[in-house]
């Protein structure tokens, strides 16, 4: 049989938006009680289409995670995923764009109808809870609500919702598998991580040498300079010996097991070469997400310290200090972060042997053929 033919209906775009739905999704509480308030229809809007836009990225970060859960990863798929990545990137300015917004409401405006919100709160939001778990923010690391779980203010199938996507793995561990099989940290006769610990020392060695041999610093200065080198060179100890990285990460302050992170460590130092440009790529994008979100968090408690001051939320929180918390300490790619205190001069970067250097630069031989 041959290829069907396609078919093709009409519709109106006023159909095809739903835009009665959604343009009659604004019920505003203040003219129900017989008080209306002009400044509840913004409120209503932008809350909204945070929901909107948070559907989209959960659109996003679904099928990357799809892309990069099998054990081989089609590389024809790392540019779709990074593509994807940058496009959650740009959804997440406009959502701190929004703030502002938010704040042309002032403090008055917002008390006008604020009672007649409780006990409803943007901890609620089922796709944001949602949103955290597929990116991979960790169970032991979210700071509590009013010390209790963050799913407490959801219905027990939303729970399970939650739980059950929470177990069928996130971001952050698809992309560190992804990382633990990067083939070039030992190929052939070039081991990456001997070469990188010597030129390492080498660096430290030439950095302690110019401040000993400094004119500009008095021996005071010398010395604050010289234990500041001394805390750098303790922390290369986390990639040099597995069994440091190891106790990082039972402390906490480490999430990527070992093998990923020198993966994602030669990634970044070798990433102009053509094979690596790629990966890099997909890595800055996460990062940019994580920054993102954290600037998200931020503004939010901002904006809630200058509509609301220290009142408690309507849902019961501590209002800003809860959000400004969560802005701290709620971090996903730490160790992409961290990578950039294991960086090295270009000018100390070991230099590939030829053989490495070609697989990495798409180098192919017509030799044979």
């Known amino acids: 049989m041959g290829n069907e033919e396609k078919k093709y209906t009409t519709i109106h775009y006023h159909q095809y938006l739903a835009i009665d739905k959604i343009t009659n999704a604004q019920n505003l509480r203040s003219i129900e009680v017989g008080q209306p308030a002009h400044e509840e229809m913004l409120f209503i809007i932008v809350h909204q289409v945070y929901e909107l836009w948070f559907k989209q990225i959960i659109h996003e970060l679904s099928s990357v995670i799809d892309m990069f859960k099998d054990d081989k990863v089609d590389e024809r798929n790392i540019g779709t995923a990074t593509d994807r990545l940058n496009r959650i990137n740009e959804i997440q300015k406009l959502l701190i764009q929004q703030i502002r917004i ?18 409803a709160s943007g901890f609620q939001s089922m796709q944001f809870r949602e949103i955290e778990i597929l990116l991979g923010l960790p169970e032991q690391q979210r700071i509590t609500y009013n010390n209790h779980h963050y799913a407490a203010v959801f219905s027990e199938e939303q729970k399970a919702s939650l739980a059950n996507l929470q177990a069928s793995g996130s971001l952050f561990e698809v992309v560190e598998k992804w990382l633990e099989r990067t083939p070039f940290i030992k190929f052939g006769d070039f081991k990456f991580l001997e070469s990188y610990q010597l030129a ?87 990062v940019e997400i994580d920054q993102n979100l954290t600037t998200w968090r931020y503004r939010h408690a901002q904006m809630v310290l200058r509509i609301l001051g220290k009142k408690i939320g309507t849902g019961g929180s501590s209002g800003h200090d809860y959000l400004e918390d969560t802005a701290k300490k709620h971090h996903i790619f730490t160790d992409l972060h961290n990578i950039s205190t294991l960086l090295i001069p270009r000018s100390e970067l070991p230099i590939l042997p030829d053989e490495v250097s070609k697989q990495l630069g798409f180098y192919f031989s017509r030799s044979g053929m």
């Open 102 to 119: 938010l704040e042309t409401m002032t403090p008055l405006d917002f008390l006008d109808f604020r009672n007649y919100l409780f006990p």
């Open 200 to 286: 390492v020392k080498n660096m430290l060695d030439k950095e302690k040498l110019a401040i000993e041999n400094s004119q500009f610093l008095n021996e005071h200065e010398k010395e604050m300079r010289l234990a500041m080198l001394g805390n750098t060179d303790s922390y290369f100890q986390s990639v040099f010996k597995p069994e440091v990285h190891e106790a990082l990460r039972k402390e906490g302050k480490l999430r990527f097991g070992y093998n990923a992170t020198l993966a994602a460590l030669l990634i970044n130092l070798y990433r102009d070469e053509p094979i690596l440009k790629g990966p890099f790529n997909l890595l800055t994008k996460l």
